[in-house]
T-cell receptor, first 111, second 112 residues
Framework: AQSVTQLGSHVSVSEGALVLLRCNYSSSVPPYLFWYVQYPNQGLQLLLKYTSAATLVKGINDFEAEFKKSETSFHLTKPSAHMSDAAEYFCAVSNDYKLSFGAGTTVTVRA | DTAVSQTPKYLVTQMGNDKSIKCEQNLGHDTMYWYKQDSKKFLKIMFSYNNKELIINETVPNRFSPKSPDKAHLNLHINSLELGDSAVYFC???????????FGPGTRLTVL
């Protein structure tokens, strides 16, 4: 079965700094990969997805992720953090009729 | 114009009780899901339904019984609630089995 691992359970960045969240996947077939964001006491919102088209994927709120097969990675970046980016971020891989999620990364943004 | 809705948002109940959570999606999707998020925020699939048929039952105790009366609804009934059932339960839907899933706002279940 396919799986993902998120490196770093907590990331703290300064406002305006680069945000980098790491995700590595394990898959025997070409994966479909997703990044979701969860704001406090809310559901999950899709940030972006990779479905075997372009390797550089752009999402909402200036987030983007690059699929690197050689490194089995799908890291999420944002060039300039805003206070509103403070949330929980989940990487996920599709396993036919279910998503398998990483453990999540909590992002805090310092003023 | 809510895409995936769940009721109730909060549910507080005593051990041993039976409770239900309802989910509806207006996206026209053919697949619906229940996920459980534990206190450490780990998300795990419980059930998947495609066109009202159960596709995945991920080793969930049989106290949990999902029901899909039609493609737009997937309800979750829980019998004999236990302390360990306390969690946030998310409903989701998608079109086809590998596409992105759209999540509801969650139901926070607290068992006392």
């Amino acid at each position: 079965a396919q799986s993902v691992t998120q490196l770093g359970s907590h990331v703290s960045v300064s406002e305006g700094a680069l945000v980098l969240l790491r995700c590595n996947y394990s898959s025997s077939v070409p994966p479909y990969l997703f990044w979701y964001v969860q704001y406090p006491n809310q559901g999950l919102q899709l940030l972006l997805k990779y479905t075997s088209a372009a390797t550089l994927v752009k999402g909402i709120n200036d987030f983007e992720a690059e699929f690197k097969k050689s490194e089995t990675s799908f890291h999420l970046t944002k060039p300039s953090a805003h206070m509103s980016d403070a949330a929980e971020y989940f990487c996920a891989v599709s396993n036919d009729y279910k998503l398998s999620f990483g453990a999540g990364t909590t992002v805090t943004v310092r003023a | 114009d809510t895409a995936v809705s769940q009721t109730p948002k909060y549910l507080v109940t005593q051990m041993g009780n039976d409770k239900s959570i309802k989910c509806e999606q207006n996206l026209g999707h053919d697949t619906m899901y229940w996920y459980k998020q534990d206190s450490k925020k780990f998300l795990k699939i419980m059930f998947s339904y495609n066109n009202k048929e159960l596709i995945i039952n991920e080793t969930v105790p049989n106290r949990f019984s999902p029901k899909s009366p039609d493609k737009a609804h997937l309800n979750l009934h829980i019998n004999s609630l236990e302390l360990g059932d306390s969690a946030v339960y998310f409903c989701a839907s998608s079109q086809a089995k590998r596409n992105e899933q759209f999540f509801g706002p969650g139901t926070r279940l607290t068992v006392l």
